[in-house]
């Protein structure tokens, strides 16, 4: 059986459930962090602790656990999470609170379910993309850059992107520029080199991401329509899949390259 | 002891717990109302069942329960509420589903708690707003007019408003125009009348704005900054407080009329 960690404490998963006055809730008040683990590790777990911790404090969200007790408990539910491969999801709210108040305690959850990674086939082939026009990323609004549990857009986005066949929807911002898509970050590998858009322009600093920005794999610049249009490969990322080519942007075939597996070969 | 109705039944409100999967925690993949019961009885509950039922089939989530059904459990639990005045929460997710699925069956849930209105010496005299500088509406969102779980840019908006002694964040969209607040609408009185801001400007389709509407008491119209300069009275609307006047905009005092007074003995 599954081990959660809930609010400090190792529990049986099943035990876990939700107060419906949590303003996780109620409100979508709190922010996640998808973690891959394999064969009971959890991957880059440094990097999502960074971010949840940076993000918690923007959002005034105050936990009672020091960096090393997140971090312990990461370890405790990786070890006993679904082999070969789990998703863990670790989620923080502002709590059960009085009606209007925000003075509750924050809820902590970490769970772990088993995780189907894309098959071998699909890293070579790649997968295809939607490119949603309407749908607009505010670069400025409060919760950019945000792993928020307020995710309905992203759902919705992704939901219009699978009607269509396609594995991701792309989305950009209120300048038009290429932001990501609704679970990973994008990168356009062009002729001076493999760029994806900066944290300015309303994207979420994604840990693979990070990783490869570190590396000198991938460098931030703003990313116009033309420069999709002008890609000889897009990429996806994220924690789950890693590096995932694209084969196909709506009408249009792309060839998948290597980079994405090289990529892969990086990741922590 | 409470009441809740619960995927259908009525429940002791005790025993509703949330599955820590379901797509309203996990992703805010979910609608809502807020409803006033006064003395046993829900206001209002056919506007608010028209909105939600029109947002559902929008973010194409069916539920198994016909209006009449959802009409029943509004007046059981009603019944069943606090007094003098109770707060009706009714919530619709997407439900438990797989891994990146959104399969499951909806989540249905309607809980009561106690409310507390303004007293009227606050009706009387006003509350303090603050106007959000950089908080954008994006009038052309996916969520734009939903009354969506994922609310948590609301939220951080009402406690930066509260930080302020503000009982109310004032926001705008994208072109600066004023929209509604983060949990009102607004109505600006100018000389040549009492105005709020269209729906395709961004903001929530308010039952208490329906009801103004449809008796002619209030139009719509898009309302620039100088709008908000030149106002006589500014009242925020919404199905708790009925319309509760403004007496203070950040540094600027205003008065408050008898207007909002006269819109509450209309309301049904």
């Known amino acids: 059986l599954s081990v959660a960690w809930w609010n400090g404490r190792l529990v049986p998963a099943a035990e876990v459930r939700i107060d419906p006055g949590d303003a996780g809730f109620l409100h979508g ?7 891959r683990c394999d064969g009971g590790r959890a991957r880059d777990g440094a990097a999502h602790l960074d971010r949840l911790l940076a993000g918690l404090a923007r959002v005034e969200i105050a936990i009672p656990e020091e960096r090393a007790a997140l971090a312990e408990a990461l370890a405790a539910v990786a070890g006993e999470a679904p082999r070969p491969v789990a998703r863990l999801r670790l989620t923080v709210t502002r709590g059960v609170a009085g009606a209007g108040s925000a003075d509750g ?50 759902r919705l986005a992704l939901a219009r992107a699978e009607e269509r066949g396609a594995w991701e929807a792309l989305l950009a911002n209120e300048h038009g520029r290429l932001v990501e898509g609704s679970r990973t970050n994008v990168v356009l590998v062009l002729a001076a080199g493999a ?18 920005l570190e590396r000198g794999e991938i460098a931030e610049r703003p990313l116009a329509a033309a420069d999709l249009a002008a890609a000889r490969e897009v990429i996806l990322l994220n924690s789950l899949v890693g590096a995932l080519p694209v084969a196909r942007l709506d009408d249009r075939e792309l060839a998948a390259g290597e980079t994405a597996a090289r990529w892969r070969a990086l990741l922590p």
């Open 105 to 154: 305690s924050p809820t902590r959850l970490l769970v772990a379910a088993p995780y189907a990674p894309p098959d071998a086939e699909t890293y070579r082939r790649g997968v295809a993309v939607h490119l949603l026009p309407d749908f607009r990323i505010d670069s400025c609004g409060p919760l950019a850059g945000l792993k928020s549990l307020a995710y309905q857009a992203n």
């Open 29 to 35: 008040d709190g922010l996640f962090e998808t973690l």
């Open 195 to 212: 760029f994806t858009p900066p944290v300015a322009d309303g994207c979420l600093p994604g840990t693979v991401r990070r990783r490869l």
